[in-house]
């Protein structure tokens, strides 16, 4: 016997979420048809709402439930520099380091040639747009440290080149907390390269 | 900065769901405030009409498009033979194996003391109610290997002791393919029970 229908296309479309595999979208799905109705409603309500509440700030692109988002309305932050992020969650963790009192811009993604990403594909021209317009000083480069993060960031730093405005990267080294024995090479070797005088 | 209330509200309800941690949730509560409006609907779409369409069987409390599921409704079913599984996930998977040809019914989960799920939050009354209504020689329980399937195995065992139907349990191994090196000590010490002669 085979999966029944409905269930079938639940499955298939639930499979499609990242970081679901087919088991764990058969579980799910299951878990949805024995669920009460009440939280049925409530889930779908959620999904619902916050797509509707939701859109993406016409300054920075953060996703915020105001346009312009609160960051970027804020008179009381420094319009010179500008934290440069792949996704509104990465904005999202750094907004927590109250040391930085900046501005945004939120690429929507990573370049990666494998999965055909381009910068046609991230805001790669709006934030030129934005250099062109706006007085930037300094621009951080957040974006993830891994191979797409690290090709995105080399290739804005090319691009921004020209605009002289300083350029910053993440500094790179131990997580604090962080347990030596367990350091990749290459993040130990960052570390070593970024060391600092006591 | 804090989520956005409507995130905040995704990611407490899309939490809850089974296999799902805090990180996986708030990650697809974003990817979901991104996907295209026709995505989201067909995410929608197969949940409701999943819910819908899929009912219990009124005889074996699988769920199916019918009621009574396509399996009760067989008639060249072995009527006698009874297999007892804890989901109808479980159900699904047994019916994959040609060399059965009995009817099932499903418990709906698993005695589970440590999560206060006892013998009135799954379908042993119904059980009962079924073998004392129904002709039937044999019972499988099919209830999963693990101390929770063990226990309820145990449980109905000595429930339908009184009713002179012959019970048995699903034989315990090596599973098929199966490297010894990397099974367990119960596993190989089952399996040693459970030895063929050649």
Do not use: W
Not at 106 to 132: C, E, F, H, T, Y
């Amino acid at each position: 016997m085979n999966r029944p229908q409905p269930v079938e296309q639940m499955v298939e479309i639930i499979k499609k979420l990242p970081g679901v595999g087919p088991k764990m979208a058969e579980r799910l799905s299951y878990h949805i048809l024995k669920m009460p109705q009440s939280e049925v409603n409530r889930l779908i309500d959620s999904i619902q709402k916050g797509r509707q509440s939701m859109k993406y700030c016409d300054v920075c692109f953060n996703l915020s439930e105001t346009n312009p988002c609160p960051i970027c309305s804020d008179p009381s932050r420094d319009k010179n520099m500008l934290c440069v992020v792949e996704t509104p969650q990465d904005l999202l963790a750094v907004s927590k380091v109250k040391d930085y009192r900046g501005l945004y811009f939120v690429l929507g993604g990573a370049l990666s040639p494998l999965d055909a990403i381009g910068p046609d594909d991230i805001r790669v021209a709006q934030l030129l747009k934005k250099l062109k317009s706006d007085k930037i000083t300094e621009i951080i480069l957040a974006t993830d440290a891994d191979s797409k993060g690290e090709t995105t960031a080399l290739y804005l730093a090319q691009l921004i080149k020209p605009f002289n405005i300083k350029v910053t990267r993440l500094g790179y080294g131990l997580p604090v907390g962080g347990d030596i024995e367990y350091a990749d090479e290459v993040t130990l070797s960052r570390a070593i390269a970024g060391r600092k005088e006591m």
